[in-house]
Nanobody
Framework: QVQLVESGGGLVQAGGSLRLSCAASGLTFSRTTMGWFRQAPGKEREFVAG?????????LYADSVKGRFTCSRDNAKNTVYLQMNSLKPEDTALYYCAADLRSGWDFSSWGQGTQVTVSS
């Protein structure tokens, strides 16, 4: 029932920017912590960023993206965003949206992913 649909991926030059969106349905979005993960070919999926459902919207970022990526949400649109600036080739990966359905930053529901490719 839960559906997470990512969009906004594409090909971009190093130093450029992209904004990923994830439209969520089948869950109480305003009460759900959302996150972003990525997986490069031959590598394990890794956490990128997340944002709490709570009113303060606490965010958490992987060290590799701190200062470059910003996670935000629009509860009125059931959408979470990942603004990616100063992109590097090592950011190239399939980016997944995820939802924490158990509380406690435990992500258990996943989208299909959107490809981000950063050329040098």
């Amino acid at each position: 029932q839960v559906q997470l649909v990512e969009s906004g991926g594409g090909l971009v030059q190093a130093g450029g920017s992209l904004r990923l969106s994830c439209a969520a349905s089948g869950l109480t979005f305003s009460r759900t912590t959302m996150g972003w993960f990525r997986q490069a070919p031959g590598k394990e999926r890794e956490f990128v960023a997340g944002i709490s459902w709570r009113s303060g919207g606490r965010t958490l970022y992987a060290d590799s993206v701190k200062g470059r990526f910003t996670c935000s949400r629009d509860n009125a649109k059931n959408t979470v965003y990942l603004q990616m600036n100063s992109l590097k080739p090592e950011d190239t990966a399939l980016y997944y949206c995820a939802a924490d359905l158990r509380s406690g930053w435990d992500f258990s529901s996943w989208g299909q992913g959107t490809q981000v490719t950063v050329s040098s």
